[in-house]
């Protein structure tokens, strides 16, 4: 059964830390991975990653993934309180299945 | 654009009442997916849709029914409502698989007393 998990599922840090967030998964015929930031509403879009190895960049996020080792991580630097929020990752499947991680709760104190 | 359109944003049933969550997209993409989401949870697959006609079984579908007729509606059927089916209900579409990002509607949240 494909799944996907989250570690951890709950963080606080301080502003100006930088953080790492781990999604593992299990999958048959693996398509890509997706990180997605949830902010009291829809998620939005953040990365979408298919190769092993290469680094996704935006800004202070980045991401990358290990197809060999079936996991991503995605890594904040210098933390802001705007980026206080759930971070999720999700498996696409090349049935068109795409399944969530239970997310991890991100809180930035000033 | 419109993107992806859910009605209604908020709704109370009584338990065993029935309703339907609609769900409508305007990008003509092929894929929607229907999630629930708890509080401070991860999103729930309930069920997925490839293509007008085609309807497949995430990973909650009990309690859930839903059709695909047309391209652009994919609505989300509740029968004989649950208090454990109160939950916020997002609606997601995306061109294909795994080559595009989902887009998703604004969410539907649904409370069961």
């Known amino acids: 059964e494909d799944k996907v998990v989250q570690s951890p599922l709950s963080l606080v840090v301080h502003e100006g830390d930088t953080v790492t967030l781990n999604c593992s998964y299990e999958?048959?015929?693996?398509?890509?991975l997706l990180w997605y930031k949830q902010e009291k509403k829809a998620p939005t879009f953040l990365f979408m990653l298919?190769?092993?190895?290469i680094e996704k960049k935006s800004g202070r996020l980045s991401s990358i993934l290990d197809k060999k080792e079936l996991f991503s991580i995605l890594n904040i630097t210098a933390t802001q309180t705007g980026d206080s929020a759930i971070y999720l990752c999700?498996?696409?499947?090349?049935?068109?299945?795409?399944?969530f991680g239970q997310g991890t709760e991100l809180s930035v104190k000033p | 654009n419109a993107g992806v359109t859910q009605t209604p944003k908020f709704r109370i049933l009584k338990i065993g009442q029935s309703m339907t969550l609609q769900c409508a997209q305007d990008m003509n993409h092929n894929y929607m997916y229907w999630y629930r989401q708890d509080p401070g949870m991860g999103l729930k697959l309930i069920y997925y849709?490839?293509?007008?006609?085609?309807?497949d079984k995430g990973e909650v579908p009990n309690g859930y029914n839903v059709s695909r007729s047309t391209t652009e509606d994919f609505p989300l059927r509740l029968e004989l409502a649950a208090p454990s089916q109160t939950s916020v209900y997002f609606c997601a579409s995306s061109s294909f698989s795994g080559a595009n990002v989902l887009t998703f509607g604004a969410g539907s949240r649904l409370t069961v007393l």
């Open positions: 999958v048959t015929n693996f398509r890509s």
């Open positions: 298919t190769s092993s190895g």
């Open positions: 999700a498996l696409y499947n090349q049935g068109g299945k795409l399944i």
């Open positions: 849709s490839v293509g007008a006609g085609i309807t």
